[in-house]
């Protein structure tokens, strides 16, 4: 049984198919990547499967249990988590107090909450800037406190909307070893990216979606020698770098 599967998801804006029967799952441990181009459809299908919108034709199961018509927040207590691509971590609270926010999901009790969001923000690297306010971190740290928060509720699987946009390429590099500890820890992820160090590094497989429909799934090596991904987005230069045979 797969931890995620959507089955023929499927939601239209009007007279626009925004997500067109997408077939999608995740199992217990992998690293899944989503990519596409701008407009493909990545974030849609994202706020699908987490609660934020609801399918026009399909199913989406986590743990083997639809969570059609269930709110974020029941899906976040079931072990279902996302991050946003525009981080507002709360300006005028501490690094702590703002994972201790997603601390609250699972710990009623003050004192395991906060041994949990410590926890959590040793595993992300932020110890040092623990009691910085939000207003003060720098946009890497911005992005690590919404991990953090993220798994401060103890997810089964987490869900990544662009976490490298408007990063260094160093610190790039960081944030990939911090999912790789989040990995090692025992989370499954899902992970929406523009950035292909990510993706090619860090996922087991891969998805593209274009024009809202899935063309193509695979581990790394086959997406990027797709002949379909490569016309849709990547480009013959991409495959050539990546040192990957162009599929014939």
Partial sequence: MSLL??????RRFGG?????????????????GLIGPNGAGKTTFFNLISGFLRPDEGDVLFDGHSILGHKPSDICKRGMTRTFQI?????????????????FNHH????????KARSVIELVGLGPQAGKLGRELTVA???????????????????????????????????IEVLGRVRDAGVTMVIVEHV?????????????????????????REIVANPRVMEAYLGESFVAEAGAEPAT
């Fill in 196 to 220: 292909m160090q990510v993706i090619m590094n860090l996922s087991d497989r891969i998805y593209v979606l274009h024009h809202g429909e899935a063309i193509a799934e695979g581990p790394p």
């Fill in 16 to 32: 626009l198919t925004a997500v067109n029967a997408v077939d999608f799952r995740v199992e217990t441990g992998e690293i899944v």
């Fill in 141 to 175: 740290g911005r992005k690590r406190v919404e991990l953090a928060k993220a798994l401060a509720t103890e997810p089964k699987l987490m869900l990544l909307d662009e976490v490298m946009a408007g990063l260094t390429p160093s610190e790039v590099g960081a944030m």
């Fill in 87 to 103: 981080v507002k971590p709360f300006p005028e609270m501490t690094v702590t107090d703002n994972v201790l926010v997603g601390a």
């Fill in 5 to 10: 599967e959507a089955r023929s998801v499927t």
């Fill in 108 to 115: 009623g009790d003050t004192g395991a909450a906060l041994a």
